[in-house]
Structure formats: C-alpha cells, structure tokens
C-alpha cells in the first residue's frame, strides 16, 4: 500500500512537470531569423545603408630591376676571321656561350677594337686591325646592343675608316661611341634602358692623355639629361693584374665630375673591383673575343652585369669567362669559384667577399 503510494505521486509529479515545459515551449514567441533592409533609392522613403567598411589592402609594388652587361675586349680580325670562315659558321665566335645569353640582359655593352669597314687604309701600322662589315650585323643578331669605338685601335683605317664604322654600326641598330684621340661630344651616346636615361662616355687614354676640359664638358652637358652616368674607359698598362696610378687617378677623377659606373679596358687581363665614393669600379674586364692563345691570363676575361633599381646600381653580377681559340665560354663549378678567388685578390678588401661571391652589393 505504502509503495503504491509513493509510484502514484512519482508519475503525477513527472506529468505537471512535463506539462510545465510543455507550456513554456509554446508560450514563447517564434525566433526569426534577422531581416536587413536591402539598400534602395532615397526617393522611396527608405534609408539607404552604405557598404560594410574594410581596412584598406596595401598593394606591394614589384621592385623593377634593369641589367645592362658590359663585357670586354671583341677583336674580329687576324686569327678569328680566319678561325670563323675556316668553321663556315659566321658567328662562330659566340658559339659556346649559352644560346641567347648576351640578349638575355636588358642592354649589352662592349669594347669593339677597331673599325667596322671594308678598305684598308693608311696609316699601316704593325698591328693593323679592319672588322669586315658583316661583322656589324652579327654583334647586333648576337644580342649586343652598344659597342665603344673609343680605343687605340678605331683609327687603325684613317679617319675615313672610322667614320664608315660609325655609319655601319649604326645602320644595323647598335649604339656607338667614343673616339681614338677626340674626347668631347663623339665620346658620349645616350639611351633609355628600362625607366633609366643612361649616358655612355668612352675614352681612349693609350696613346694620347685625355684632354680634360673636354671631358668635363661633355660629363656637364650629360649629367642635365640622364639618371645614370657609365665611363667605358681604354686605359692602363697591358698585361698588369692590377691599375696604374694614372688609371686609379683618373677614375676618381671622373666620379669627383659626376659619372656614376667605370668601367676599363685595353690591359688583355682581367683586374679587380673598387669604389670611390660609393661608385663601382671594374679597372679591366679583359678580353672577350681575341686571339691571344699565348697566355693563361689574355685566355681569360670578366663579363658583368650591372643591375639598376630606381636609377641606381644596386648590384653587380660577376661572370668570369675562359676563351680557348677565339670563343669565350662562362666559367661554372671550381673553375669559376677559383678565377673568383683570384679576381677577389686584385680587388678592395671590403669588396672581395662580394667578389668570390660573384655577386657585389653596390647600395
């Protein structure tokens, strides 16, 4: 009875207890989902809601690089035109470097010792350069965009011989100049490579010493219109590992004008690295295309690429070359890492780091 009882109350509890919640469920009012206004015409008579607010995204603007490579010393005549028609290959110089490299860099730079022509002239001399004309046509399918004729060699044809090159080279498209004894306004071509306005300056102080109010002159006429300032300079004593006084005055003489990048030629030997004042120096990239099989030295060469970032060098890429029968190939693995070395040797201390790197920071 007692058991009974106590089931009874138990189930009438467990009824108004579900009845309660039953009740409570009901009772409530329904939950809707929120309901926006949509954004509508003033004139309805409805509010118009703006766009939901963001933070501003930060557009990261790409950093544009421009190279322009300088390499050195291109002798056409002698033993490479005789090695080229022997090959039947008209470019046959350029044949072991990697297809398309020399017009893989945004502007290409070199020294063309000796005239672009087609009659042998006076004065004779001992050595006695003339580049045939096809030639002019091949440096520009080759990828070389300016050529300096500032050397003591571009008057190896007369006067005469020298203005043909000029007109020659310039009718195929490529950029000349510079002069063998003149250093005033023949010494300066300009061009805009990338956003860049680059003047080139070429002097040939060999066989003649550099009037220097000539060259002040034209570094002044040239400074109001370009970004960047290159001296290609024909200079030294041949043969050396490292400047002559006069080529190391002279360079700083040329920045203290003005000119942002040296660069040199005419020792046949590759030479080191320095600055002045915060400008690049490249005392000699040596030779490049030459037949001068005689020596370990003349059988190597520098090419560098030069990389401009607003307006200013920013970096230098080193590229050591070894010339075997009159075609330069680049050096790769222990061999360029041992010619690095070497060229880091012959360069400022606080660059050779950079050099046996083959990558100098400039800024």
Known sequence: MRSSSIFGISSLVIVVVAGLFAFNVYSQKPVLAPVYPTPTDRSAGLIVLPPPKSDPIEVIKPVVTTTVLFIGDIMLDRTVQTRTVASKDPAYPFAKLPLGWLGSFDYSVGNLEGPVTDVRRSPVKSIDFLFMPAWAEILKKQGIDAVSQANNHALDQGRAGY????????????????????????????????????????????????????AEAIIKKAKGDNDLLVAYLHWGSEYRAKPDESSVAMAEWLIDQGIDVVIGGHPHWSQGASTYKGKPILWSLGNFIFDQDWSEETRYGLAASFELVQNEVRAIELYPIRIDVSQPRLLEGEAKRLRLEELAKRSDADLADGVRSGRILVK
Request: no cysteine; aromatic share 6%; net charge negative.
């Open 163 to 214: 203005t043909d090159s000029m007109a020659r080279l310039k009718q195929v498209g490529l950029l000349a100049f510079g002069d063998q004894v003149e250093d005033g306004d023949v010494a300066l071509a300009t061009t805009t490579i990338g956003k860049t306005r680059v003047a080139f300056l070429g002097w040939n102080s060999t066989d003649n010493p550099i009037v220097k109010k000539d």
